[in-house]
């Protein structure tokens, strides 16, 4: 890792010098960034530079770390963990648009200090410990050193959280947030059905749900049937030994479906009250456009969507969604308060240091089902 020192020479008032930041009064902050800078301008990093399978991963020193724009914070990594996002991209999954860009750095989840902020950040000071995630198509990612994020990616992490388990959650959780709060708008008192509750999003749609005071149903591999119930399920149905069809009771406001199978996708909209909404993460936009370019692919992905919303639509009454995590500082500061309550969190199935990222991607496809995320530390 190699530090710049600037100072420019009309510095006003006494600023102190801490790890890729400079800090100050509140009302001094932006100010800071622009008199007395500490700018970390290379660090550790895992780069992709090619697609394929875990041993394409590399830990180089000395990678670039680019100027803050003013809406950015520069966070100083403690834990980062995996997402199925990271190991499908890492196979090519989302070739026709990150292919140009190699190479890549994956990662999406964060827990660790700020460094530095923008001219325009007011949320956070450097030295402040913070957790967040950044958006599915971001080219820079979190295995590195010092990552960037904007400000509404990050907030305060829960003081009652270790950074290896606060970084396991704020991807998930938002990707859930996203589908239950954003476009189902669900509301106290509603039904909501998990399809495959037992993974990071489905676990966390249903603590949002129940803490949103939902009625939630779910399915879930044997395995997870005591977990699910443990954190708020009023009912949790085994879909390798049972019929759903027939085990999953009345009717739903929301379905969220994290498996994305036809079958799945079935029971889901057959399952819905009218005016209800069925959400799947398994939309076709990425492969469509690995398959036939962005030219071709985006406008066929966006055709499938409407085709398939107005036949729900007038069929079934209902409204049939493509869901996707976004950046959302008011759900992420709810997933914060949640955690420091003891409401809300994602189990931690095992941690690796970052120089063995190859390890931990291919724990992760070996092993199939875990029941909590892997993650990485740097020391």
């Not at 830990?59 to 770390?65: A, I, K, Q």
Request: with cysteine.
């Amino acid at each position: 890792m190699r530090l710049l020192f600037r100072r420019a020479s009309d510095v006003r008032g006494s600023m102190s010098l801490w790890r890729g930041g400079c800090s100050g009064s509140s009302s001094r902050i932006g100010q800071g960034l622009k008199d007395c800078r500490t700018l970390v301008t290379s660090c550790r990093a895992v780069l992709l530079p090619r697609f394929g399978g875990p041993d394409v991963l590399e830990l180089r020193d000395n990678v670039p770390v680019p100027d803050l724009k003013p809406n950015e914070v520069l966070v100083r990594a403690r834990a980062v963990s995996i997402n199925p996002l990271d190991i499908r991209m890492r196979a090519g999954y989302g070739r026709s648009i990150f292919e140009p860009l190699l190479p890549l750095i994956l990662g999406r989840d964060i827990s660790g200090e700020v460094g530095a902020v923008g001219t325009s950040v007011r949320s956070l000071r450097v030295g402040h410990e913070v957790f967040g995630a950044l958006h599915p198509t971001a080219v820079r990612g979190t295995y590195t050193e010092y990552a960037i994020l904007s400000e509404d990616e990050l907030t305060a992490k829960p003081a009652s959280l270790s950074h290896v388990e606060a970084s396991a959650i704020p991807f998930a959780a938002l990707t859930a947030w996203r589908a239950l709060k954003s476009t189902a708008r669900i509301t106290p008192g509603q039904r909501v059905l998990v399809i495959g509750g037992g993974g990071a999003v489905g676990l966390s749609a249903i603590q949002l749900a129940v803490a949103a005071g939902c009625h939630v149903s779910t399915t879930c591999g044997s395995e997870s049937i005591d977990r699910v119930l443990e954190v708020g399920a009023e009912h949790a149905v085994d879909y390798n030994t049972e019929d759903l069809e027939a085990a999953i009771k009345g009717y739903f406001d929301a379905v969220l479906d994290t498996i994305g199978l036809p079958q799945t996708e079935k029971i889901g909209i057959n399952l819905l009250k009218r005016g209800g909404h069925y959400m799947t993460l398994q939309g076709e936009a990425a492969s469509l456009t690995d398959r036939y370019g962005l030219a071709v692919g985006l406008p066929m992905a966006t055709g499938i969507l409407l085709k398939k919303q107005l036949k729900y639509r007038y069929s079934h009454g209902i409204e049939y969604w493509w869901n996707y995590m976004r950046a959302d500082a008011e759900g992420l500061d709810e997933i914060r308060r949640l955690s420091e309550a003891g409401k809300f969190k994602i189990p931690v199935e095992k941690t690796f240091p970052i120089s063995e990222v190859r390890e931990a991607h291919q724990t992760k496809e070996k092993k199939g089902y875990l029941p909590g995320k892997i993650v990485l530390e740097f020391n």
